[in-house]
């Protein structure tokens, strides 16, 4: 009797442990869960405030900058002055902060384009003091340019006015005007052909040496054979100050892709007032 009696203590005591040691470890795996679903929040939430905060080395550069703000909705609207003056003529249109949409501007496009009068214009987006720069639409059937006013104020780039304005003429009758000259070039294979130098100056990497450059010439027919396709309509322009309606006989129009390393360069010069293609440069990746 008294071997059974203890039997049943003794049983009912591991019983009790065994249930301890249970709960023991459940609350143990809810307290891991719980630290860990709070690690994961925290995480969380700094990645997102990580995302949405501007690094110091956006505004270094306007390129840098223009890079955020047409990818970003909550960069772009905070870097945005509102009202936002709207100008169209002689009109003015005040946009509130509510009725902004976020604008791409050129990042959805294939390719884009810059525009210059000299070499030395080629290396300005590079350029960490400018304070002040425009992004341009040119409209080439409209002859019409929408401008977008940045300026760079301590420290920090900001769009403060749009501009559409109708192209400055050309008063010269003995001098062709270049976007007039420019649109038909793209649009009319026989006159591209006729306005290209024969033979063109080439310049590429070298198919042997990667890291050397190729200076050839390719005949007119060659050069319409390889070329790519020129933007038809429309071209966009980073403008730093430079005057690219003014009277310069020379212009520069890059041609580049959005991220994928095309990189091609096309240089033309006015002779006795006619605008001629005088080299062409492939630079891409």
Request: net charge negative; with cysteine.
């Amino acid at each position: 009797m008294k071997v059974f009696y203890w039997s049943m203590i003794l049983g009912l005591l591991m019983s009790a442990c065994k249930v301890k040691i249970q709960e023991n470890e459940t609350t143990e795996v809810v307290e891991e869960q719980s630290d860990s679903t709070t690690v994961s929040d925290v995480s969380n939430e700094f990645l997102i405030e990580q995302e949405e905060k501007i690094p110091q080395t956006v505004d270094e550069s306007f390129i840098d900058f223009i890079y955020s703000f047409t990818r970003n909705e909550k960069i772009q609207e905070s870097r945005i002055i509102f009202p936002l003056p709207n100008y169209t003529h002689n009109e003015k249109i005040l946009l509130k902060k509510e009725d902004w949409q976020f604008d791409p501007l050129f990042t959805e496009m294939d390719t884009y384009t810059n525009i210059h009068e000299s070499n030395y214009e080629l290396e300005i987006e590079e350029d960490t003091t400018a304070t002040s720069a425009q992004l341009e639409w040119i409209f080439l059937k409209e002859k019409k340019i929408r401008r977008y006013y940045f300026e760079r104020k301590d420290g920090l780039w900001k769009l403060e006015a749009i501009d559409n304005a109708a192209m400055i003429k050309n008063d010269s009758t003995a001098n062709e005007e270049f976007y007039s000259f420019y649109e038909r070039f793209a649009n009319d294979s026989v006159f591209q052909l006729q306005r290209t130098s024969n033979p063109l100056k080439f310049v590429t990497f070298d198919p042997d040496d990667e890291f050397s450059i190729l200076e050839t010439t390719l005949d007119a027919g060659q050069f319409m054979a390889f070329s790519p396709t020129l933007p038809k309509d429309t071209l966009t322009n980073v403008n730093y100050g430079q005057n690219t309606l003014s009277q310069s006989n020379v212009m520069i129009i890059e041609l580049k892709g959005n991220g994928n390393g095309f990189n091609n360069t096309f240089y033309f010069k006015r002779r006795n007032g006619l605008w001629k293609l005088i080299e062409y440069d492939d630079l891409s990746d």
